[in-house]
């Protein structure tokens, strides 16, 4: 018993949050880790301590969902561990479409080619993993059956897994109590999505050493693709960058997203004397998008307006009109004093359209700058880096306009869009669609060769291109059909 407790405990700890358990009165609870089941014993992790104790105690439910568990985790044991590549989110996010790996030459040890058998991977949060990301000795807990809908070709049975037993087991079990019996509804549609890439263009000013680059906080949010600084017709890959001070706290920063990356430019000289007062006139120096929105025009548009009101976290208000196709620039003072900066990010592809950034006023008729103060006093918090220097300030404005664009780059970032797709549902008929607690998954499909054979899909003549029923053809000899 205690070998075997130590094994399943290797397996299912370490990936899962503890699960609330009940008495079999329903008078206490207590949150522990399912480890195993032996006969009238049950087996749970409490705060990292294996205690054992007779699985009468618990509630009827908590009973059914130990044994369940336990017969998973044996199968589990079973299949071993597995080398696997994510292809990609299904389209409502629950889980990943993954493919196994299959070695070229098992003998020699040779590489792998992630091209095996389709299977949906249960995921708690979809954005925890990326397309391409392949994982070595990943023990996989069976959860069932789906029906997979991919964009070309037809539907298919795939098994579907978790990555620790009590999240397999309770999908498993709230499949089937879904169900009502209805052999069809036990294996759930999952399917691919038709994605559309939509294309961010913003505005960026490098602020510090390093290739430190402000942006806008909206063209990162809800999770981007790829992110690059593009300058003089080159793309410089950019990551995120969270600032901390020398003793390694956070710091606060202004209404801007900081990002390092290594286009060679210096910092912009945009360090203002003095901040803006309300009613003070100010300038907003913006730029709009080349032709091949890869850069922008060297003329810049310049408009006029007043400060109205100074908002929360390093931000103020002002009335100058703003083209909507510039995607930022500077708000600058009589004498050429910069006193912040705007983005307007632009968006292209999915839905067509371009919008501003999120978060922006909605009193019309008012723009958001973020005060170059703010951005001077936070740099001086970080190491390295120090406060923004001042530029040669002039009342001529186009000069402004030119010299401040030396330190401005093109941020673009590219998204995913799921388009929704609406699908007739089939029949699913057969042993393949359940999986009895304790038994294998069901296997993924079945494929008929042209001489009318039919290979299951752990066969090595197994085709997904012909897919068919478990009940054409003749079974193959090899693995039974």
Request: glycine residues 12%; positive net charge; hydrophobic residues 40%.
């Amino acid at each position: 018993m205690k070998t075997r407790l130590l094994m399943a405990l290797g397996m299912a700890i370490g990936f899962v949050h503890a699960r609330e358990w009940k008495s079999a009165d329903g008078s206490k609870t207590v949150e522990a880790i399912f480890v195993a089941v032996q006969g009238d014993k049950l087996a749970l992790n409490l705060a990292g301590k294996t205690s054992i104790f007779p699985i009468t105690a618990f509630a009827a439910d908590d009973q059914q969902f130990a044994k369940n568990a336990q017969a998973i985790t044996e199968s589990a044991t079973k299949l071993g561990p597995q080398a696997f590549e994510f292809a990609h989110p299904v389209e409502d996010g629950s889980g990943w479409v993954c493919r196994l790996a299959l070695k070229t030459d098992p003998k020699a040890g040779g590489p792998k080619l992630f091209t095996g058998e389709a299977f949906f991977l249960l995921t708690k949060d979809v954005f925890a993993h990326q397309k391409g990301q392949r994982v070595e000795n990943q023990v996989l807990f069976g959860a069932g059956g789906r029906t997979y809908h991919p964009l070309a070709g037809d539907p298919s049975m795939v098994r579907a897994f978790a990555l620790n037993v009590e999240h397999a087991t309770q999908a498993w079990m709230d499949v089937m109590a879904a169900s009502g019996g209805d052999v069809a509804k036990q294996a759930p549609n999952v399917l691919e999505p038709d994605v559309e890439i939509a294309t961010k263009h913003g505005f960026g000013i490098v602020i510090g050493k390093g290739g430190l680059v402000a942006i806008d906080p909206a063209i990162v949010k809800k999770g981007f693709k790829s992110l690059v600084i593009h300058h003089d017709g080159k793309d410089y890959p950019a990551t995120l960058f969270s600032p901390r001070d020398k003793e390694g706290a956070d710091i606060k920063t202004p209404d801007v997203q900081l990002v390092t990356c290594a286009v060679p430019l210096e910092a912009a000289r945009i360090g203002a004397k003095k901040a803006a007062e309300v009613g003070q006139n100010v300038f907003a120096i913006s730029y709009e998008l080349n032709t091949g929105k890869k850069g922008f025009y060297s003329k810049a548009t310049v408009t006029r307006g007043i400060v109205s009101r100074f908002g929360t976290n390093g931000s103020f208000q002002h009335d100058a009109r703003l083209s909507p196709e510039n995607p930022g620039g500077y708000l600058v003072g009589e004498k050429g004093d910069v006193f912040g900066f705007f983005f307007q990010t632009q968006t292209s592809g999915g839905s067509g359209r371009k919008s501003s950034s999120d978060d922006k006023p909605v009193v019309e008729g008012l723009g958001t700058g973020v005060s170059t103060q703010a951005i001077s006093a936070m740099l001086e918090k970080i190491p390295g880096q120090g406060v923004l220097r001042t530029g040669a300030a002039t009342e001529d404005m186009e000069a402004n306009g030119k010299a401040l664009l030396a330190s401005s780059v093109l941020v673009v970032a590219t998204f995913e869009i799921n388009k929704p797709r609406k699908i007739t549902a089939p029949k699913v008929t057969g042993p393949a669609a359940t999986m009895p607690p304790g038994g294998d998954p069901p296997p993924a499909g079945w494929s008929l060769s042209k001489a009318g054979v039919r290979h299951s899909s752990k066969c090595q003549y197994y085709n997904a291109q012909y897919p068919c029923q478990p009940t054409e053809g003749r079974p193959c000899k090899v693995c039974g059909g």
